[in-house]
């Protein structure tokens, strides 16, 4: 498992309790101006209305060959995606992109960005799913649709282009789980799955849940309200397509990426579940980055650290594509 990332050497864990990155300090100043309330107080529609007001001050979008919006066909009716072509002919690959939001909040708007960054540095076609939320619809509806989405994609666009899974948080969530029915129920194969601090154990018993728990831009209290909207069925909640980190087998799944923020909750379970990855030897690469928090690999243009991470998985993605097709 290689460790790799900006202030990412192999240390003890305990070694690196390093402060938070002064870009990072004044990103957490303004979310916390914009979110002092817990979650769980404002609920989906207020902090899904307060985001979108943050959204206005995004950087110009990054012109690419194509981008439109199109419908995927689903087994619960139809998912709206949007695909980033960054050059008109053929792709190196195809990355289908899962966005973050604790399965409650994200859209194709917020993700567009990030979208077209990947899609510009990788050459790869980005392929974006705007899966259904909760509490609207609860668990299993959002990994439907991932399953739905990855099918579709594989086998209407990809043809003979790798295909790359990418999601962040609860889209890492969901990447994970459909990695795994990838193995289990014969799904298209998957060139490398990109797991960006993903959510993996419902539990949240960690020691880094104790130690990082308060609220830096997500708290475990924040963790805990968007389980309760996602699966409010407690019993579902240790199910592998709801808690994939719990899967006891994870031999013969794609190859990983697995990107871990140091002042997260989520971090030890990441670590965890990519320590039991290579465990199972499934070729696994650690990303880690020591003074940032759960969140910070969207923030392109305002923290050179997620500047750097987000060219480290492009490059990633890549190379993976050139080897898949070697």
């Not at 490398?192 to 849940?209: G, I, T």
Request: glycine share 6%; aromatic share 6%; charged share 20%.
């Amino acid at each position: 498992m290689t460790d790799v990332g900006r202030a990412a050497p192999a240390l003890r864990d305990d070694q690196r309790d390093l402060p938070l990155d002064p870009q990072m300090q004044a990103v957490v100043r303004v979310f916390q101006q914009h979110f002092a309330e817990p979650m769980r107080e404002l609920g989906a529609s207020e902090i899904r209305a307060r985001r979108a007001a943050l959204r206005s001050a995004t950087a110009p979008a990054i012109q690419l060959a194509d981008v439109f919006d199109l419908q995927i066909p689903g087994r619960d009716g139809d998912i709206p995606t949007r695909h980033y072509r960054p050059q008109s002919g053929p792709a190196d690959g195809i990355v289908v992109y899962f966005h973050g939001g604790g399965w409650v909040l994200g859209s194709l708007d917020e993700s567009d960005g990030l979208c077209r960054l990947l899609a510009a540095l990788t050459g790869c076609d980005v392929v974006s799913v705007d899966y259904r939320l909760a509490p609207e619809h609860v668990y299993p509806a959002a990994v439907n649709d991932t399953e739905d989405a990855v099918r579709w994609v594989a086998n209407t666009l990809a043809g003979s282009a790798p295909l790359v899974l990418m999601g962040d948080s609860a889209g890492g969530n969901l990447v994970a789980a459909v990695a795994q029915s990838a193995r289990e129920h014969a799904l298209p194969a998957i060139a490398l799955q990109v797991l960006v601090y993903p959510v993996l154990d419902h539990r949240m018993n960690s020691d880094s849940y104790r130690d990082r728990g308060d609220k830096l831009l997500i708290s475990a209290d924040d963790m805990d309200w968007f389980w309760s909207q996602y699966v409010p069925d407690v019993n579902a909640r240790s199910q592998a397509d709801a808690s994939p980190g719990l899967t006891a087998n994870l031999r013969g799944l794609a190859p990983a990426v697995v990107v871990v923020a140091e002042h997260d909750p989520m971090r030890d379970e990441v670590l965890d579940y990519a320590r039991r990855l290579e465990d199972a030897s499934v070729p696994t690469t650690v990303h880690r980055y020591d003074t940032v928090a759960h969140g910070f690999f969207s923030m392109f243009g305002t923290l050179a650290v997620a500047d750097d991470a987000i060219r480290s998985v492009a490059v990633a993605i890549s190379d993976a594509c050139r080897s898949a097709k070697s």
